[in-house]
Structures are given as structure tokens and as C-alpha cells.
């Protein structure tokens, strides 16, 4: 997802996405759900998260047909050090505050992010993508930058995507030493990111100085039924490797074998963003059919500590 972050980091980003994903191992959500695996298809994607082209990619001839890989046979319970399971009625502000404005972020994008596109009520925070007339669109981006910060865990959310070409919600992480450094030095974990033109698939996206926007380190993944439904997204992030997870089940690895700030920005503190986007480079023209307002419903986020 794109990283403008407080107007400095709509400088940096030419195509960060969030614009610019995932296993839940301890803690009941709030609902029981049925994850349907079927034939589930891994698709490497070599665009990055939102930056980089307008038409909707190619689908890459190598494509993995093999199923999301099983969960880990792995038992042990990390220990929960932070969450956020959205109760009350209100955004809790010692955890999120928000990006707002418009100025298309990095990426073209056509929304104005506003503190007014979201609502916490009945244990969800929901974020709404609505429009006002053609090309006019407003939604929410917030973060927990200078308030939540983290390194290395597992860090999770359970989410229910909003669909319709054009739409680009997103869970990612950025380096919270952004505006020091700029983007893509800082640093980018795209946890999940999906684009409403290529229903059915969401994409993993790791940003760093070696490899960013076109050129970054990305999955994509084919799910059966994955708008409408909640799922749970996470990353296992540790000094030596980046994993994402679906569901609990392995979909994509980011581990180079030369480890310095170019190739792994990411033995630091992060803090944690979601948003929907809409338009850019990466989301596309909004279809004529979309019918707004559209919704990221969110059940909970949260942090353990590194196994």
C-alpha cells in the first residue's frame, strides 16, 4: 500500500501497498468460521502492491499448482502481548490514529482518507469506501504509528474484504523509521493487499531498497470464497526470515540469503496499517457496477511474542 504518512510519506511512495497475511493459534475468534481449501492455487506475482501499471496483470505461466501448504506441526502457544479486539464504541486512540487527506498517496489513488469512513460497534471495527459522485470517493487508513510498534511476532487479523473493481483494502506494516529514512528504506510488510478486478486472490508483498513497487517480492494466492467471508491473516516475522500465513496454512517465505539494510530492512520496530484504497496505479478503474459504500469489516488484531 502506498506509505504517504503524514504528507512526507506521499513523497516517497511511488507504489507502497498494503497498497500497498496470517494464522490465528491461540485465541478463539469471536465466531466460528469454515475455511473451504479446495484446490486452492498459488499464483506468483511479480508486480508489487499498488504501484506500477494501470491494467489488471498478466497471470504469470509458472504458476504454482500446488495447494496452500498445511499448518505448521509446530504446538507451542506464543504469548499475546498486544490486541485489539475493536469493543466499545469507539476507536481505541492509544493504539490507532489515522492518515487523512487526498493527493493519491503515492499510488494515483482517488479517495480522500477521512476519521469519518469508520465505526467500532458490536466487538468489529468496519471501514467504509464511500462515494459521492464520480471519481469522488472518501475512506479511513489508520495506524499505530508512534503508539504500537513491534519487532519480530506473529501478528495477525481476522477480516472480511469488501469487493468490486477498484476497491484495494489492506493489512501491512511499515518501518517506524519512516520519516527519518523514507520509503522504501524503512521497509514494507504487505500482510494481505487485494484488488477488486481479480476476484478470488489476495497477495503477500515484501518493499525494500532492493526490491520495491514493480519490482518487489510478492504471492499471490487463489482462494474459493475468499470475499464475504472473514479469514485470518498473518506474518511470523523474525530476524531471519518472513513468513505469511492464510488460515494458519503457509502461503509464501521472504528469506534472502544476503541479509543487510538493502535486502532485509526489517530488524526494527513496525507499526501496524489498515485501509481500503481505491483507484491508482494498482487498484485500477472502479467499475461502472460497484455499488457503494463498500466494507472492510475487521474482528480483531493481534501481536505474540517471537517464538
Known amino acids: ?15 507502497i501497498f498494503a497498497p500497498v497475511v496470517y494464522p490465528r493459534l491461540m485465541v478463539p475468534s469471536k465466531s466460528q468460521y469454515i475455511v473451504l481449501v479446495g484446490l486452492t492455487t498459488l499464483l506468483v506475482f511479480t508486480s508489487c502492491s ?30 499475546l502481548i498486544w490486541e485489539d479486539n475493536f469493543d466499545g464504541e469507539a476507536l481505541n486512540d492509544q493504539n490507532w ?29 468496519t471501514i467504509e ?9 472518501s475512506s479511513s487508513r489508520i495506524k499505530t504509528q508512534g503508539l504500537q510498534e513491534f519487532q519480530y511476532g506473529r501478528i495477525e487479523a481476522r477480516i472480511q474484504l469488501p469487493e468490486g473493481q477498484g476497491l484495494w483494502p489492506a493489512f501491512w506494516l511499515l518501518g517506524a ?5 523514507g520509503w522504501p528504506a524503512c521497509g514494507e510488510i504487505d500482510i494481505m493487499e487485494y484488488v477488486g478486478r481479480e476476484p478470488g486472490i489476495f497477495q503477500n508483498a515484501i518493499h525494500t531498497p532492493s526490491g520495491h513497487a514493480g519490482e518487489a517480492s510478492s504471492k499471490r494466492t487463489r482462494v474459493e470464497d475468499l470475499e464475504g467471508k ?19 496454512r503457509l502461503t509464501y517465505q521472504y528469506s534472502p540469503s544476503l541479509k543487510n539494510n538493502e535486502t532485509y530492512p526489517f530488524n526494527k520496530p513496525m507499526f501496524i496499517l ?22 472492510m469489516i475487521v474482528d480483531y488484531v493481534r501481536v505474540y511474542e517471537p517464538d
Open 230 to 248: 472473514f479469514h485470518v491473516y498473518s506474518v511470523n516475522w523474525t530476524a531471519q526470515a518472513i513468513e505469511f500465513y492464510f488460515n494458519d
Open 50 to 79: 499498488g504501484g506500477g501499471f494501470d491494467p489488471p496483470p498478466k497471470s504469470p505461466s509458472n504458476a504454482d499448482p500446488n495447494p496452500v501448504d498445511p499448518p505448521s506441526s509446530n504446538n507451542t502457544d506464543p504469548k
Open 97 to 125: 490514529t489515522f492518515d487523512v487527506g487526498r493527493g493519491g498517496w503515492g499510488n494515483e489513488e482517488l479517495q480522500n482518507y477521512t476519521r469519518g469512513n469508520h465505526t467500532v460497534e458490536k466487538g468489529m471495527l
Open 1 to 15: 500500500m502506498n506509505t504517504n504518512r503524514n504528507g512526507f510519506i506521499q513523497l516517497f511512495k511511488s507504489s
Open 274 to 295: 489498515l485501509n481500503v484504497a481505491i483507484g491508482g496505479t494498482f487498484g485500477g478503474p472502479v467499475g461502472d457496477n460497484v455499488v457503494f459504500p463498500q466494507k
Open 129 to 137: 469506501a464511500k462515494s459521492s459522485g464520480p471519481n469522488s470517493y
Open 177 to 181: 523509521d519512516i520519516e527519518d529514512v
